[in-house]
């Protein structure tokens, strides 16, 4: 379950997530037809999230079910039962439905780029292959091929190898027609399986949860299968025990990792691509009225969220333009005093162009009213975490520096507190140097000298007196952070063209 609140403009803020794996699937998909503790654990699960969903303020709930009942003898008789105890109307989706639904919620957080893009959802009972062409669902294919279905297939606690060895000719005989884009620029997979797949890829290689790009986490084929080959030797109560697995999912997901691996192969795939958006999300933009096809228009998805949510304090675009630029710039010149890359870099740029954002709420202590608005802004191109660095940076463009003291701060990772606090020193001159809102700085130049100091030299054809009295102010930081004194001088006017 995901209750959401829209923002007006297609978008939506998620106000609370339930998670409760009843495994429909397990008896409907051996025994064709679902058991009496499966009805019972399903109208149990709906009914208690439905009574949530109410209480969260939800005016509008959409359900749907999806191979589980759709294939079940007495699905019908489950749906009816489901009606008349929760009030609930529950659509049965076909795998088109339930495909495009997955394609329009990864779309709305991923750029997908001119050339073809393959996503395949895996579920329990089935998975639905997807391709896109420059952006646009071309067609969509639901295989009979789900973790659930798949562990069926799968003998012995641990499974022998010639269990295993089936299984792979059985999933390759039922991927025939499934044929991936002439050109394949891209391999996204969704939901629970490759999420479980790709926080086990990360255990097993003893870091922590690797963080998204664009929207999406890479898994190499080579980890995926490192995490085959470490699942196979193992007992299901034993995968339970695995930090990333939960207990109801440790009967399927070696199944669903062969399953997640032949997709690849037979897509020809060297990488996967995870994404956190599935069904639930996809179901949220349909209610919400959000575009059903069509390549985006301009820009990647990031981008377009930041200003959508820039758009709220409009008075401040152009300032917040001004400091992302010069924000960069020093970001460039500085860049053997901090170390960071590009990933920092357009970290500090969005940050930027969000830092006042707050105005929207009220001038006074907008620093702050800029980090709540981006820590609950649908920004759902971004990592979690990327949402943490971006409101805290921006929230420290003024004020007081970033400090234990500070519960959000304190409460973060030490390798984010670390980025924040070089990214925040950035910013804060970035901002002081357009201290007049009149984008007066038309370039920067940057010099270290000696082991102590740095000097910037600031170009303009106006006078800069203030920029450059509020950016030697606000240097503290970046003085404490890097051990050297930064110089401001006004440089020679720019050469002008025409």
């Not at 009225?289 to 675009?317: D, F, I, K, Y």
């Amino acid at each position: 379950m995901i209750v959401a609140e829209g923002d007006g403009d297609g978008g939506f803020r998620v106000l609370t997530r339930e998670r409760d794996m009843v495994r429909l699937g397990r008896s409907a998909l051996s025994r064709g037809a679902l058991s009496r503790r499966a009805v019972r654990d399903g109208l149990e699960a709906l009914l208690r999230m439905t009574t949530l969903a109410r209480l969260k303020g939800a005016g509008r709930i959409d359900a749907v079910a999806t191979s589980a009942v759709r294939e079940a003898a007495n699905g019908q008789e489950f749906l009816d039962q489901v009606r008349a105890l929760t009030g609930l109307e529950v659509r049965a989706l076909d795998g088109r439905e339930e495909g495009e639904l997955v394609f329009r919620a990864v779309r709305a957080a991923v750029d997908l780029g001119p050339r073809g893009t393959l996503l395949v959802d895996v579920g329990g009972g089935s998975t639905e292959w997807c391709v896109a062409r420059a952006g646009e669902l071309a067609r969509v294919r639901s295989l009979p091929l789900g973790s659930l279905r798949c562990a069926g297939w799968l003998a012995g606690d641990p499974p022998s190898a010639r269990s295993i060895e089936k299984l792979r000719r059985d999933i390759r005989s039922h991927l025939g027609g499934a044929r991936p884009p002439a050109r394949l620029g891209m391999m996204i997979a969704t939901s629970g399986t490759a999420a479980c797949c790709g926080d086990l890829a990360d255990h097993f290689a003893g870091r922590g949860r690797a963080l998204s790009t664009g929207g999406l986490r890479a898994l190499d084929l080579r980890e995926l299968g490192e995490v085959i080959a470490r699942l196979r030797a193992l007992t299901r109560r034993e995968i339970a025990e695995l930090p990333p697995v939960d207990r109801p999912r440790a009967e399927s997901i070696l199944a669903g990792a062969i399953l997640l691996e032949e997709l690849a192969r037979r897509a020809g795939a060297t990488s996967l691509h995870l994404s956190d958006r599935a069904l639930r999300e996809g179901m949220v933009l349909a209610a919400l009225g959000a575009p059903a096809a069509g390549p985006r228009t301009a820009g990647s998805a990031r981008r377009r969220q930041v200003l959508e949510l820039a758009g709220r304090a409009p008075a401040m675009l152009d300032h917040g333009t001004q400091v992302a630029r010069l924000a960069v710039r020093l970001f460039d010149l500085t860049a053997p005093l901090h170390n960071l890359g590009s990933r920092e870099r357009e970290w500090l740029e969005n940050a930027a162009l969000l830092h006042d954002v707050g105005y929207s709420i009220h001038f006074r202590r907008h620093h702050k009213h800029s980090q709540y608005l981006i820590a609950s802004a649908p920004l759902d191109a971004f990592d979690a975490r990327e949402i943490d660095i971006l409101a805290h940076v921006a929230r420290y463009h003024r004020g007081a520096p970033p400090r234990q003291r500070h519960a959000s701060f304190a409460a973060l990772e030490p390798w984010q507190q670390k980025v924040i606090r070089k990214l925040a020193a950035l910013l804060r001159i970035g901002n002081a140097l357009d201290r007049t809102h009149a984008a007066r700085v038309v370039e920067l130049h940057g010099a270290l000298s000696g082991r102590r100091r740095m000097v910037i030299e600031v170009l303009s054809p106006w006078d800069v007196a203030l920029e450059l009295a509020a950016a030697r102010h606000r240097s503290g930081l970046f003085e404490e952070l890097f051990g050297r004194r930064i110089e401001f001088r006004a440089g020679l006017e720019p050469a002008r063209h025409g």
